[in-house]
């Protein structure tokens, strides 16, 4: 944690980051240059998937589909790793992520633009509402992400008669916590406002903290999905949806709240 307080819109709020170790980095610099109080504690761990072996056949014939979907982030750090160790993706492959942020990270591992990616919603409906999305009957898709999620996105293209596969190229682990240490944060009022960017990360904590010291507590969260699975958790504090999954959006969010 930072005990350094600024100057600055978020002045004083301490804020529980949730991200993954090596993914908290930015948004604990945006609180901190805001005035904010980041409080780091990844609920996850990302790993490359179990049996990357068994994609090998796919990854080998990336020339037989049309389009290539990213998840997330990891997808793209994962998956691009993949395809570059067996060549590259074809040029006759278009790419789609599902926010942002993942579409950003395309661009840098492969100096490429994504060829779609929702404006607004960045969500898997986001994604299905694209126009180039709505007729893919015979096409051949690929989604690359972790080895467990919604089924909404290869459902959906399915039923409009696209040939699709998972591309299952990391995994999410509960990491090691310390839950002792946030129980007594929690309880010594040391965070203000929780936030929380993936179901896995949401039930991971409820394995931690038991469920009513966390009831009345804030969260900001990524997704309308999130603030549901909170609600029926018996969450009745403050429920932030920021519009945007990134860094920058989640700060805005912080930011506009504050000033309330």
Known sequence: MHNDQ???????????????EHQAGELERHI????GIPYIYPLLSIQPAAELQTLAPILNHLDHYQLAIFISPNAVTFGME??????????????????????RLFREVSGEQVDYCPVTDFSSEGLLALPALQQ????????????????????????????????PVY?????????????????????????LTSPDALN?????????????????????????CLQERGVTGEMIVSPQA???????????WRNQ
Request: hydrophobic share 40%.
């Open 6 to 20: 600024q100057t600055g819109p978020l002045q004083g709020l301490k804020v529980m980051i949730t991200r993954p």
């Open 32 to 35: 901190a240059d805001a005035g």
């Open 82 to 103: 993949l395809i570059h160790a067996h060549g590259g993706l074809p040029l006759t492959m278009r790419t789609a992520t599902v926010g942002q942020g993942s579409a």
């Open 136 to 167: 893919v009957r015979g096409q051949r898709i690929l989604i690359f992400r972790g080895q467990s999620g919604r089924g909404k996105l290869a459902d959906s293209l399915r039923e409009r008669g696209a040939d699709v596969h998972y591309m």
């Open 171 to 195: 995994q999410r682990q509960p990491a090691k916590c310390d839950a002792g240490q946030l129980r007594d944060a929690i309880r010594q009022k040391k965070i203000d406002i929780i936030s």
């Open 204 to 228: 991971h904590l409820f394995s931690l903290v038991e469920a009513e010291r966390l009831t009345a507590m804030p969260f900001i969260v990524i997704n309308a999905r999130l603030a549901r």
């Open 246 to 256: 990134s860094d920058a959006g989640i700060l805005e969010t912080l930011q506009q």
